[in-house]
C-alpha cells in the first residue's frame, strides 16, 4: 500500500446515520438539546411507547422474529419498514450492556417542545442543570406514574434525547411532553406570569414543601445533586421549600426527591 492511499473505513453499525448514507460514527450531538440525526430506541416498554406517540416519527424495525411477535400480540401496530435479525446482529447495534430484548427501532427526535406547550399544564416539574440521563429518565418515568404534564430541562448541562435516557424512562419519554429551555430563571419568570406559583426544593427551605402554600398551577423545581438549585433560578421561583426527612440522612437522591416531591404537590393541590 502506498503512502498516501488510506485504508478504508469499515461499515458502520446499522441504525447509525454518518454522512447521507448509513455508515461511519453518529454525528456529534449538542448536549440538551434533541439529536440531529435518527436516535435508536430499544427494549419492550420503549419500542412500544413511541410506536404509540403520535408525535414520534418511526423510520425502522430492527427486531428478531420472536420479538415482532411479541409487539404485535400486545396490540402495537407497526407502521415503518421491518428487518429481521438475529439477536447478536442486534448486539452490535447498540452498546455493549443494552438490554434491547430483540428489538431497535430507528427514529427521528421528538419535537422541541417549548414554554407554548404549556398553556393548559397544572403541574410541571422542572430539573435545573440534572446532566445523569438514569435520574432523568427515572424521573421521567415517576413524572408519568404522578401524572405531571411535563419534565422541563435546561438546554446545556442536561442529557439529549438518546438510547439511555429513554430506555431509562422506560417508555415515559414519548408519555410526557420533556420541555428544554434555554434559561431556566427566565422560564419561571415566565411561568409565574401565566399564573403558576414556582417552588424550588432546597434542603434548607425555610419550610417543609408539606407547609408551603400551593396554587392550582404550580411548578416544582428541583436542582442537580452536589449544587442543588441554583442562586438565580431559586431567587426567580420566590418560594424555597424542603423535604424533611425524619431518618438521619436529610437528602435524597434526585430522582427520589421528584417522586416524594410531585405526590406532596399532587396531595397539596387536591390532583
Do not use: W
Not at 485504508?7 to 449538542?30: D, E, I, L, M, T
Request: hydrophobic residues 40%; charged residues 25%.
Amino acid at each position: 500500500m502506498s503512502d498516501d492511499k488510506k485504508p478504508s473505513r469499515p461499515a458502520g453499525k446499522p441504525g447509525f446515520r454518518g454522512n447521507k448514507k448509513f455508515g461511519g460514527k453518529p454525528a456529534p450531538r449538542r448536549p440538551g438539546l434533541p439529536p440531529e440525526g435518527p436516535v435508536l430506541l430499544y427494549g419492550l416498554h420503549t419500542v412500544e411507547a413511541a410506536f404509540a406517540n403520535k408525535d414520534r416519527k418511526r423510520l425502522k424495525l430492527f427486531a428478531t422474529d420472536n420479538a415482532v411477535r411479541r409487539l404485535e400480540e400486545r396490540g402495537v401496530k407497526i407502521d415503518v419498514p421491518v428487518e429481521s435479525m438475529m439477536p447478536r446482529a442486534l448486539d452490535r447495534m447498540v452498546t455493549k450492556d443494552a438490554v434491547h430484548q430483540g428489538m431497535i427501532l430507528e427514529a427521528d427526535p421528538l419535537p422541541a417542545y417549548g414554554a407554548e406547550h404549556l398553556k393548559g399544564a397544572r403541574l410541571v416539574l422542572a430539573l435545573d442543570q440534572v446532566t445523569d440521563p438514569h435520574n432523568v429518565g427515572a424521573i421521567l418515568r415517576s413524572a408519568v406514574a404522578l401524572d405531571a404534564d411535563a419534565v422541563v430541562t435546561t438546554e446545556r448541562h442536561a442529557p439529549e434525547e438518546g438510547s439511555v435516557l429513554a430506555k431509562s424512562a422506560s417508555g415515559a419519554l414519548d408519555m410526557i411532553k420533556h420541555v428544554r429551555v434555554k434559561n431556566m430563571a427566565r422560564f419561571i419568570a415566565e411561568m409565574k406570569d401565566e399564573g403558576f406559583s414556582c417552588i424550588a426544593l432546597d434542603s434548607d427551605g425555610p419550610a417543609s414543601l408539606e407547609q408551603t402554600p400551593f396554587s392550582d398551577r404550580t411548578v416544582l423545581v428541583l436542582g442537580s445533586e452536589g449544587k442543588g438549585v441554583r442562586q438565580g433560578v431559586r431567587e426567580a421561583c420566590g418560594l424555597t421549600a424542603r423535604l424533611d426527612m425524619p431518618g438521619e440522612i436529610r437528602s435524597l437522591n434526585v430522582s427520589n426527591a421528584a417522586v416524594l416531591s410531585l405526590y406532596v404537590a399532587r396531595m397539596k393541590m387536591g390532583l
